[in-house]
């Protein structure tokens, strides 16, 4: 599936034209998104979403015997003609691109995450600090690009403006995920989650709960009941439009699951005090992104007491990793440019 997007550009210069590639996942096709968005702020840049549909058992095949089996871009649902810059994330991307490279030779790529395969294999890789990989291509940063900036919360919040009006500050949104690879959610997880949501209501704040798709059905089934009757309690588990961007601009703190490294880091681009949930399990190295968040972004884990303890001590810069490393991808690009001339 393909969709253009469109960006308003001087006429000075010529606009490149990209793809975006993905297997659709949120997670995964935000990131990719929001590189390439960041990308088209600086310099004319016109894209196509592009959305990967691989059958079953193709999916579970390795990304290198996948480009064994399927090596032109077509062999993917991809157009013929070459773009200028191609962006992918996720695994299922990495086949795709490979087969671009190989037919399309001049096509700048670009990789978000750590592909597993030689880093040379693409023009550029952009992997987050806590997979510690390094390399000439490789840039990397604190959590994963994010589609977060100031005119989309403005935008979105304002879209939502009549349901928030509704909910008197100061707000918290409290953004759960699931069990993950490092993680497990247990039972004993949930019910702090939920003692955490009770008494920041205690406290006097109004609730924006939303889940994700990891979350357990018999955990989502318990904020369904802490919201209902409530008129202090926002509840979003997926049906109608999604109110994220405008919990991030109308919350006043943040309660996160300390697995989802996106919802941190696009949380930590609002400059508003965000703190962790905890879950069963060993962070390994997420905890590098912990620690680097505790740092840039004054991250805490959440305890009964942390928000009496509330104040300058909380401030931060708001995190723009994605500006940064969109503004590395140019670098890049035209370093690789003045080779080829």
């Known amino acids: 599936m393909s969709s253009p997007a469109k960006t308003a550009f001087s006429d000075k210069e010529e606009a490149l034209n990209g793809w975006v590639i993905s297997d659709g996942r949120r997670g995964i096709e935000n990131q990719a998104l929001g590189l390439t968005e960041a990308a088209a702020r600086l310099r004319p840049l016109n894209f196509t979403q592009h959305v990967l549909a691989p059958g079953r058992a193709f999916k579970a095949a390795t990304p290198l015997m996948q ?62 600090e806590h997979d510690n990989l390094s390399g000439r291509n490789v840039e990397t940063m604190i959590g994963s690009p994010n589609r977060v900036t100031r005119d989309r919360i403005v935008k979105e919040t304002l879209a939502f403006e009549t349901e928030l009006n509704r909910l008197p500050m100061p707000r918290a949104a409290i953004l759960i995920g699931g069990p993950s690879k490092r993680y497990k959610f247990s039972e004993a997880d949930h019910h702090n989650h939920l003692n955490a949501a009770k008494e920041i209501s205690g406290q006097g704040y109004t609730l924006l709960i939303t889940t994700s798709r990891r979350t357990p059905e018999w955990a989502m089934q318990d904020y369904e009941k802490l919201a209902k009757g409530s008129d202090r309690i926002w509840l979003y588990t997926g049906e109608g439009d999604n109110p994220y961007f405008a919990f991030l601009g109308g919350a006043d703190i943040f309660l996160i699951t300390e697995e989802s490294t996106n919802m941190l880091t696009e949380a930590a681009s609002t400059g508003k005090p965000v703190f962790t949930l905890p879950l069963t399990g060993a962070p390994g190295k997420f905890q590098t992104l912990h620690d680097a968040l505790a740092q840039a972004c004054n991250l805490k884990p959440y305890n009964s007491g942390v928000l009496s303890q509330m104040s300058k001590a909380f401030e931060y810069s708001p995190l723009q990793e994605t500006d940064r490393i969109a503004e590395r991808l140019w670098a890049h690009f035209d370093r690789r440019d003045a080779r080829l001339n």
Do not use: H, M, W
Not at 93 to 109: D, E, M, Q, V
């Open 67 to 128: 480009f064994a089996l399927k090596n032109r871009p077509p062999d993917y649902g991809l157009p013929r003609e070459s773009p200028d810059i191609a962006v992918g994330c996720g695994r299922q991307a990495i086949a795709p691109l490979l087969a671009i490279k190989r037919t399309l030779p001049s096509c700048f790529t670009v990789y978000i995450q750590d592909p597993k395969i030689d880093p040379a294999r693409f023009d550029l890789i952009v992997s987050p």
